[in-house]
C-alpha cells in the first residue's frame, strides 16, 4: 500500500510565505480603514499581527525543529497592556529522552498571556507560558489545570528596561515563579523535583542603526542550572540579529530579520530568518 506523501516544513514555509504577502494590498486597505478608528481611542490601541520564522529559537534553545507561525493579539492602555502570543511549528519533531528511546512529539505549540505596564522606559510585565504538548516535564497538559504540581503553565515574572535615545542598551531579567519549572530530585536531574527552581534569566543587547539595517548584537546567561536552560549557571544565548523593512507599497512595508544565534553551553549554533505582519 502506497504511503501518503506529506509536504515538507520547507515548502509549507515557502508557501505561507506567498501567501502572506499576497495578501499585503488587502493588508494595507484594512490598515487604511482602521486609521480613523485607531485616532479617534488615542488613549486605547488594539494591535495583531503574525511573525513567520523559519525556526522558533527562544533564549538558546530550539523548540519544535521546524518553521513555524508566531501569532499575536494585544490591548493597550496608558502604559498598560494585555496581550496573546502562540507559536506553532510546520513540521513534526522527535525528543531524545534516553540513549535509546527517541519519541515523536508532533507538531509544536504553545500559547502565552501576558500583562505589563511600562513607565519611563522601564517594563514590568507577568507572563504565562502554555505548552499542549509534552515538551515540559508534565505530560498531556490541560489548560485550566492551574495546580501548581501538575500545571502545564509556567509563570515569569520579569523586568525590562529599554535604553536611553543616545545609549540604546536594553536590558532584561525574569524568574519563573509558579507551574511546570521544577528543581533537582534526589539524583541530581533538573525538573523532576516537586519544588520550584525559579529559574532566572539575564540579557543585555545594544540597538542601533547601519545605513537603514537595525542591529542589535545580545547575549544572555543563567545564574544556575534549569531543566529550561541548562545544567549549570553560564551564558546560553548569544548573537546577533539585522532587520530592514521593505517597502511593499507607498502604504505598506514588510519588516524582516535575520539572526544568528549561539548557546555556548549547549554547543548549539543557528541563522534564523523571520517576517513580520
Known sequence: MAMKKTASPFKSFILVVLLLILSNGVNAQLQDENKVEEKSASTATFSAGADLVSRYIWRGADYGNSPAVQPSM??????????????????????????????????????????????????LMAYDYFVPNPLNPNFDNKYYNFKNSTTGHTVEVCLSWAGLEKFPLQLFAGTLVYGADKGKDSTGVYGTSSDNN???????????????????????????????????????????????SIQISKEYSLPVFSSVITNPQAGSVFLVFGISL
Open 74 to 123: 494585544a490591548f493597550s492602555v496608558a502604559g498598560f497592556k494585555a496581550g496573546f502570543w502562540g507559536s506553532y511549528g510546520l513540521g513534526q519533531y522527535s525528543k531524545q529522552v534516553d540513549d535509546s528511546t527517541l519519541v515523536n512529539m508532533g507538531n509544536y505549540a504553545e500559547f502565552d498571556f501576558f500583562l505589563s505596564y511600562t513607565m519611563k522606559g522601564f517594563t
Open 198 to 244: 525559579f529559574s532566572t534569566y539575564f540579557e543585555a543587547a545594544y540597538q542601533f542603526n547601519v545605513k537603514g539595517f537595525g542591529v542589535k548584537p545580545f547575549i544572555g546567561g543563567i545564574p544556575f542550572g534549569s531543566s529550561w536552560y541548562g545544567p549549570s549557571g553560564g551564558i546560553i544565548n548569544a548573537g546577533l540579529t539585522v532587520s530592514k
